[in-house]
């Protein structure tokens, strides 16, 4: 179904002036619906939002256009200040529209780190410079400088806005300053984000340690690195909240099976802790790495014995912290997300410069520029029937809005009349070819450049105002 | 990469054309498809017998009195070696000699991100200096794949990492057809013996061997055998069996070849071993162990060899060992996949 959303044509940053969805197929997490709608969007505000029944519905399905509530993603990496070659603000916030999202949470990790508010202010600058409506949201480091010595100015950064506080790109080494952070940032109502890793069984690791690994003779990163830290801090999490009931603690890109198990444990015993997955652990596995590039839920774990290797292996796009790993464990990313053990979908993005990434596999930088792509790998699983079209969307919306509570400084009441547009509307049968050029984050950095994936965004609308808009043809 | 060797593509290999090395390789019609070799778990089993073939032609023009054919006149082989080497250097060196290529020596600072020039542009560098064959050595995994991804030429693996060491894998290949009776490993019980984890030696082994059909036996402490139990249940399901053990006795029982990997001080750092006194006296190959083997059995290393350490030095010397030979083979080994690799290059 052709849906002309050039009519609503304005630069980004413009108020929507005037934009009439007919007949499309809308998925509203929040209000646990779907299905054929209208949709009458006048001067950034929805104006009505009319399910469709009966003869009007028919023929709408859910495989052409699609109006879902503006992603918000969790977890990414902007870069500014310090690695602006990498990413700015700017690029990363134009970027995460072009992926159908409307709100972002930045990781600290920058230079110099966002370990008070000074920095918190700079990035905010540099984000109303951009003229992008996409909201940026910010979290403050655990440890002042992120070094893991001392809590950074939590307080502080807390009444400045922050959305949490991570380490992230580390872990929380020290069970005491985790314990500490957890209890600070606790009564203040936010979460500590941990990247679960137990630096000591990761020492020079390279990919995950198993099968392909061995075969390629790279330095194994077990699995149980991440379980054990992940045990260890709901351990911790399990002390504090005796002290501190608001404490909250969010496990972000969990990787393997034992660790979403324990989070999957810790929830039913009715700890506050959440968690999020990321896209390339649910559709891509170590088999990548010897030049599979089948999607996770068809891999075996051998693709020699399976002929399934057609790309040259070592590929250094491939190295992200924690490692993709084996297909069991992607199958297990991809179950926490069916029965709600992951809260969310987050990107990671982790945009890097071509210096940083076109080297030795063992020498590349970790991460993956993945927010313009995030949507096109859960449409894969989607597409091959392996998660609900409803559940991808909720992991992208309801789901890291619940995780991020009142924090956001925007209502996001989804596809609800009355409320400021912010929305995406993305065609699932119109298949785009990932290329370098039409990435628009500076992070090239991306498994899947030259392979095509369903569901181009053909528009997003953040807080009533575009904030991309898919161009002509 | 289904490589088990089948009747039908064994006996198709008897009429395989072999090479008349004297003559220019571009005129030769040989089936030879590879741009590179990257590692042998590409290659068939008709493409490891064109190489033992090819290395036959090549052992003939060794025992010459001049052991020089014209093959690669004009033609620059650039060894990089970002590892510190010398046997395997220096076979290459004398092997691209031999064939009349002019020989480019390159040993560059290991930490190139850190300090210096990108490998990306250290391959192109030394294309635009007139490199066609380009012989790499490098201390990370994959690094030959980002090279033959950026160089025009053809690349030859000279080691990368733990990862991968094609032609010593062929030139263990060669020796040990050359010395078994019989001149086929098929169904010989081979033993690699010590430091699996870190062994691209051991890697390309179980490639080759595992498709030429022996039955191969990985050896060590269990802290150096990680990760291998799992690819020798995946090779048994493909047809690749070897076995995994940290038994030495069960290991050595009548083994037709025993091939002791170097051990090196850093294990110990890492808490991978108590000792190397430890190590020597538990997995060295003395000649006590040795006589668990069959009595002919061959005892091969690909050197540099720590002497007392995984291999005694008597072993190392006796009678049974083919060390010298597996470098004299080598020589002959690199100058066939020299030779195989100027063909394809401008013939294709």
Partial sequence: MAVDVRAAAGEVGRILAELDLSAVWAVDPGAGREGPADLVIRDGTIESVTWLEGADADGIEPNGVVVAPGFIDLHVHLREPGNEDAETVASGLAAAAHGGFTTVCTMPNTDPALDEPGVLALVRAAAAASGSPVELLAYGAVTAGRKGEQLAALGELGDAGVVGFSDDGAPVRSATILRNALAYAGSAGLPVVDHAEDASATDGAEANDGFVATVLGLRGWPASAEASAVARDLAILADVVRDVPGAHLHLTHLSTARALDLVRGAKAAGLPVTCDVTPHHLAFTDEWLAGARRWAWDGSGDPWGDNAIEAQPFDPSLRVNPPLRSVEDAGAVLAALLDGTADAVATDHAPHTEVDKAVEFGYAANGISGIETALGLLLAAVDAGRLPLARAIAALTSGPRAVLGSRSRRERPGLTEGAAADLVVFDRSDRWTVGADGLLSRGKNSPVLGRTLSGRVLLTVAGGRIAYEAAEG | ?348
Wanted: a neutral charge; hydrophobic letters at 45%.
């Fill in chain 2, 1 to 348: 990469m289904n490589l088990a060797t089948t009747d039908e593509t064994r006996s198709s290999l008897t009429d395989l054309p072999v090479p008349a090395v004297d003559a220019d390789p571009h005129e030769q019609d040989v089936p030879w498809r590879h741009r590179h070799v990257l590692d042998v778990d590409v290659l068939s089993a008709a493409d490891l017998e064109l190489v033992m073939r090819t290395a036959d032609a090549m052992r003939e023009v060794l025992g010459r009195p001049i052991a020089k054919v014209p093959a690669l006149r004009g033609s620059n082989v650039t060894i990089l070696f970002y590892e510190a080497s010398t046997r395997t250097r220096v076979s290459f060196e004398v092997a691209a000699k031999n064939l009349s290529a002019d020989v480019v020596n390159i040993a560059a600072a290991t930490s190139s991100v850190a300090k210096g020039e990108s490998l990306v542009d250290t391959i192109r560098t030394v294309e635009a200096l007139g490199a066609r064959m380009l012989v790499m050595r490098h201390s990370v995994s994959g690094a030959p794949y980002l090279a033959a991804e950026v160089f025009g030429g053809s690349v030859l693996n000279g080691g990368d990492g733990w990862h991968a060491h094609p032609t010593q894998a062929l030139l263990d290949l060669y020796t040990m057809r050359q010395r078994l009776p019989g001149g086929s490993v098929e169904g010989r019980k081979v033993v690699i013996l010590g430091d699996v984890l870190h062994s691209r030696v051991a890697r390309s082994n179980i490639w080759s061997l595992t498709a030429s059909g022996a039955d191969l036996w990985l050896c060590g402490p269990s802290t150096l055998l990680r990760g291998f139990e799992a690819w020798a249940a995946r090779g048994a399901a493909a047809g690749r069996r070897f076995h995994v053990t940290s038994s030495v006795d069960e290991a050595l029982r009548d083994a037709d070849v025993v091939m002791a990997l170097r051990i090196q001080k850093e294990r110990m750092a890492s808490g991978l071993l108590p000792s190397l006194r430890e190590y020597a006296a538990r997995f060295g190959l003395t000649r006590e162990r040795l006589a668990l083997a069959r009595p002919d059995a061959l005892v091969m290393h690909p050197g540099p060899m720590n002497e007392g350490v995984e291999i005694a030095s008597d072993v190392a010397v006796s009678a049974q060992s083919v060390i010298t030979d597996q470098v004299t083979n080598g020589v002959a080994i690199r100058m066939a996949l020299l030779y195989l690799l100027a063909g394809v290059r401008d013939g294709g």
